[in-house]
């Protein structure tokens, strides 16, 4: 019992989805349809990203870019732009939960090396929104907008064009609270350096490459499956471990919850009837109590208006810690080093999250009527 309450705790999400999953079934029983619920390509895509991205961490290559730009800088505004923005520009390359995995333990190590953790609580606060909202800007920088991505057979153009306006904004919004903090001189602790391997480096860049290429539909996804995971197998099977195999099996259960709900009448005629020319403002609550991912998998069955669903589901990730599973991978990360001050982060987290969820939900409302 205490093993799967420590579980539950991990993993909230995936709990959460388990459990719903179960009582849909109660209303449709497993049959035939269920092996239509899945989408092979998201899920394979996913993995082969995933993958990949814990090879690089095995490496230290996120690490060693990231202190080299880190140590240029000389006080406390600068040192937070950078791991901030390290942490924005990563999650279009690394999805926003490897980002932050990847990138919340070099803010801390900056912060706590040079005197300054009193600035933890915002900076992680930041990298989280950052984390959510850079990822939005390519179709594999966030789960949900991979699945919408392949369940739409949206053009990568105008997925672009759709994601463009709040990308920008959210941009703008997190120079402005960065450029907040005070110039104060840091010093960084020196500390033994992390090897470059180059040979792997380069060979995880040629298999990221073939990954992106997957996601954007100009290789067979099957094929770069197999060779990317076969590569990995072959160059760092511990790498496979490492993989966020949770985030794969919520993807899953979520397409059997979401199928069934798809089939449930009562539950079909209502959210028919509720979202024509709400999915901007439903898809956006739905995130705050089910999480971004979940909701853009049980709407998609819903609406044909990606557009709107697109953009509810990544700014949607703001609000709530459970609102996205970015915000609950920063959440075990701030506790893990600072457990007295969790109040203090919590009214920072909300505080700034529904500042941004405000400002962004507003600006994209009023496009829509320009």
Known sequence: MTKLMTYVKKQPVLCIAFAAMLITCLFVRPDREYIGYFDIKTLACLFCTLEVVCGFA??????????????????????????????????????????????????????????????????????????NLGGLITPFGNPQNLYLYSYYHIDTFEFIK?????FFTALILITLCCVLVPKEAMTLQQKEPYAFHEKRT?????????????????????????VVTAAMIFLDKK?????????????????????????????????????????????????????????????????TDYSDLLVAVNIGGLGTPIASLASLITLSEYRRHDKEHLGKYILSFLGLNLLFLMVLTLIQMLSRML
């Not at 240029?72 to 390290?86: A, E, M, P, Q, Y």
């Not at 490897?98 to 990138?103: D, G, P, S, W």
């Not at 290429?213 to 499956?225: D, H, M, N, S």
């Open 58 to 131: 095995r490496i230290h290559t996120f690490e060693l870019a990231a202190e080299k730009i880190v140590q240029k800088l000389n006080n406390t505004r600068n040192v937070i732009i950078g791991v901030v923005f390290i942490t924005y520009v990563g999650s279009m390359l690394l999805a926003n939960d490897m980002a932050l995995l990847t990138f919340l333990p070099l803010g801390f190590f900056v912060l706590e090396t040079t005197g300054k953790r009193k600035y933890m609580a915002y900076t992680f606060v930041l990298q989280n929104i950052a984390a």
């Open 162 to 166: 759709i994601m463009f306006l709040p």
């Open 202 to 226: 380069i060979l995880y860049s040629i298999l990221f490459l073939i990954s992106i290429l997957a996601v954007l539909r100009l290789i067979p996804y099957q094929a770069a499956t197999l």
């Open 239 to 303: 790498a496979l471990r490492d993989v966020n195999y949770a985030l794969l099996a919520t993807f899953a259960v979520f397409f059997v919850f979401s199928g069934n709900m798809a089939r449930i009448e009562p539950i079909q005629e209502l959210f028919s009837r509720i979202i024509p020319g709400r999915t901007l403002l439903l898809g956006l609550g739905c995130c705050q109590f089910f999480s971004n991912v979940p909701t853009a998998v049980m709407l998609s069955h819903f609406t």
